[in-house]
């Protein structure tokens, strides 16, 4: 990997980070390393080894794939933001989400009927 790609690892691993209102400090206690090591992942533009990037991937909720390139496989960049976002919700907002989306599927459903009955 180039060092550009190390740098935006690194980025997505601080963005990832700053969703969940964490730090590197935790992150490095996570991992049983020290958090120079993780600073040093960006000042040098590395990579953290492979094992370690499951770890982080992991630590996150996010998958490797995004980890490495930025994209989740079959996924937009929305989506992904939506789904950062649903992970910081408490449990009470998530089930008012829930309804929500609920009541939008009905209502799209009487829209999909109605409009296949006047065709």
């Avoid at 964490?22 to 992150?27: A, F, G, K, P």
């Avoid at 040093?40 to 770890?55: E, F, N, Q, S």
């Avoid at 794939?65 to 989506?79: A, H, V």
Wanted: charged fraction near 30%; include cysteine; hydrophobic fraction near 35%.
């Amino acid at each position: 990997m180039t060092e550009t790609n190390g740098l935006q690892i690194v980025k997505r691993i601080d963005d990832e980070l700053r969703y969940r209102g964490e730090t590197r400090v935790e992150l490095a206690k996570f991992l049983g390393i020290k958090p120079q090591n993780i600073s040093a992942w960006y000042t040098r533009g590395t990579v953290p080894a492979g094992d370690i990037c499951l770890k982080i991937a992991e630590y996150l909720g996010i998958s490797i794939e995004y980890l490495i390139n930025g994209k989740e496989p079959g996924s937009s960049q929305e989506e992904h933001w939506l789904l950062s976002q649903w992970k910081l919700l408490t449990d009470e907002q998530k089930s008012n989400i829930r309804v929500l989306l609920e009541a939008w599927k009905d209502i799209r459903q009487k829209d999909e009927k109605n409009n296949s009955s006047q065709a």
